[in-house]
């Protein structure tokens, strides 16, 4: 591996000599490969695995295999993530035990939402934001597979979000940043490496940390987190925040991580230290005073028919703390609780999609949504269950033809292992895939056999 003579020099000024050495003979090693458990799965199987100590869903497998092959990851069961990044858990656990309106800012792909989500109290809102809409569109279908209804999927930038004053709790700023992190997973990031590079992403950093600064409320927590290294894009961004804007450092405990390392301002993640890729995060606080907006707003009650929501009830767990919401034919659920707040972020931010996409009326019929299907609030006793096995679950996930000669006609749902991957429609001598064709797996996995992951 040729470093940049600069990073280098930085490294071994950041590390000292004997410890640059350890650092660099990591980056020559294949990285750790790690998966999250999604809440709604559990299994027996990871137990064989490795865990990652600062996450109770972490564990490292063994080698890294083909993923696409198997039906748990497309159906949400778990998340293939960077071990470090898990380290948020142990913020959310030891400062974040109440219910909160949170904010992932540079939320794609969409790991560390997925993680908040399943963090968070069921009664909080989560907004996960991607400014890029190609991305955004990414995230938005891992958020949908990791099946939390209580989550808001956004495409704005950092001066659009800054809007919402004094707005979210708590706000995840995952930085764009110079990737000196992710190294020895990707050659294009040493390739684009460069010390002009570094400053620039500071500047682009302290920019989006101020405008996610104006949309923080008093007493709320910020979260920075980058993938790279140098002080700059690190400590020195949470001085500024300090000395600049009036931030308050708060320590996390990790008297139980001794690999971690602990600097002034922050937690720094070496891969000749901890079992992951390079990681800093810090967290801080905002206490200086500030008006939080009025956001009491009239909610419609439109003219909906009272058969459909009816009926929409028996779809979802828990229907009394969901409002199912009716738009032209499309019907959504979403927290009660926390209506005038949806209805104020989507009054405000490009939103791609709010709550659980229920269904879609069409004559008589209601057409189940794939978010229904990968929904935490599914009701199945509602829905005719099929189990399928590897074989017919692949064809499923590739949108080719099904028969299910022992199902009755109608809607279907198909399930793996007991986990739901989505609708058919059974028409008697044939079915029609459901499964959205923007997700189909293109990959040719014929020549592949049975692949149990978890």
């Not at 990737?179 to 390739?191: C, P, S, T, Y």
């Not at 590079?197 to 302290?206: A, F, I, P």
């Not at 099929?386 to 199902?407: M, N, S, Y």
Request: proline share 3%; with cysteine.
């Amino acid at each position: 591996m040729q470093l940049p003579v600069d990073f280098i020099h930085g490294m071994k000024g950041l590390l000292g000599e004997s410890d640059y050495s350890l650092f660099f003979e990591a980056l020559q090693q294949e990285p750790p490969v790690s998966i999250r458990l999604n809440t709604k799965f559990t299994s027996a199987q990871v137990n064989k695995y490795q865990s990652v100590s600062w996450c109770k869903n972490g564990y490292y497998l063994p080698s890294r295999p083909l993923f696409t092959a198997d039906p748990l990851f497309h159906a949400g069961a778990y998340y293939v993530q960077e071990a470090s990044s898990m380290f948020i858990e142990q913020i959310i656990k030891q400062h974040v035990q109440h219910d909160v309106i949170a904010l992932d800012l540079c939320a794609a792909p969409g790991g560390k939402s997925t993680h908040l989500a399943s963090l968070l109290s069921a009664n909080s809102l989560l907004v996960s934001n991607e400014f890029i809409r190609s991305r955004a569109n990414i995230l938005a279908e891992n958020c949908m597979k990791w099946g939390n209804g209580n989550m808001i999927i956004s495409s704005n930038s950092s001066d659009e979000i800054a809007q919402l004053e004094s707005f979210f709790d708590f706000i995840l700023v995952d930085a764009p940043c110079s990737g000196e992190g992710m190294f020895r997973k990707d050659v294009n990031a040493i390739n684009e490496w460069s010390l002009l590079n570094v400053e620039m992403c500071v500047t682009r950093q302290r920019h989006i940390l101020k405008q996610a600064w104006q949309a923080l409320a008093e007493d709320g927590f910020l979260v920075y987190s980058t993938c790279t290294f140098n002080e700059k894009e690190n400590e020195e961004n949470i001085k500024w925040l300090i000395h600049e804007l009036g931030a308050e450092y708060i320590p996390i405990a990790i008297d139980n991580f001794p690999e971690i390392t602990n600097t002034d301002v922050g937690y720094r993640f070496y891969p000749h230290k901890t079992k992951g890729e390079g990681l800093f995060m810090a967290l801080v606080q905002k206490k200086s005073a500030c008006n939080k907006q009025n956001i009491k707003l009239k909610i419609d009650k439109n003219k909906q028919n009272t058969a459909d929501i009816e009926a929409l009830n028996l779809y979802i767990n828990d229907s009394s703390d969901w409002i199912i919401q009716q738009n032209n034919q499309q019907y959504r659920a979403i927290l009660a609780s926390k209506q005038q707040e949806i209805k104020w972020i989507e009054k405000h931010l490009y939103v791609l999609f709010s709550g659980i996409q229920l269904a879609e009326k069409k004559g008589n019929d209601f057409v189940p949504h794939e978010h229904l299907a990968l929904s935490k609030q599914l009701n199945t006793n509602s829905f005719q269950v099929v189990d399928v096995d590897w074989i017919t679950a692949i064809q499923f996930l590739k949108r080719e033809a099904l028969f299910l000669p022992d199902a009755s006609k109608g809607y279907v749902l198909l399930q793996y292992n007991n986990v739901p991957l989505g609708w058919v429609k059974n028409i008697g001598n044939r079915c029609n895939n459901m499964y959205p064709s923007s997700w189909k797996v293109r990959m040719d996995i014929s020549h592949f056999t049975n692949i149990q992951i978890i």
